[in-house]
């Protein structure tokens, strides 16, 4: 029962620093960064399983982190108001071709990292977007404009007089 306790503090920890990481952090990580959680993974093993290394021991710790992230997944699913605080929300980062710095700045992204992105979509230029919705994942969700919808300009529409 102690690794069953201990497995849910770990679990409320880890839950809460990657919801602190935030989405451009998981979305988008460095080497040093995916050795961190794998060094964090063993710190986590080692204050779950204390000095039990047992086959049980380990079947414990694993099998409570799955319930407890299959019972959010419920939770999230049972009750669409606690959604946003458990799996996150999406945010707008560029509307009609404008980048949404405050936008950009609650998620600590940078407009380098915007469009590194963007030229990994094929898209040349910020102008082409109609939207781009960072979403909870950590990936960017791109939508074009359409070119044929705007509006046309005036020389377009004069055409021969006579």
Known sequence: MDIVLRATAMFAVVFVVLRLLGKREL???????VVSL???????????????F???????????????SVALGWLA?????????????????????????????????????????????GIGSMRDVAWAILEPQGKISFIKRDRDAEPARQEDNDGPTG
């Open 27 to 33: 979305g988008q990580m460095t080497p040093f960064e």
């Open 38 to 52: 794998v060094v964090i993974g063993d710190l986590i093993q080692q204050g779950i399983t204390h000095n039990d």
């Open 54 to 68: 047992s086959v049980t021991g380990a079947m414990l710790a694993i099998c409570t982190f799955a319930f407890w």
């Open 77 to 121: 699913y049972l009750f669409p108001r606690l959604q946003k605080g458990l799996q996150g929300s999406p945010r707008v980062i560029i509307r009609d071709g404008r980048l949404l710095e405050d936008n950009l700045r609650r998620d600590r992204m940078t407009r380098s990292e915007v469009e590194s992105e963007m030229r990994l979509a």
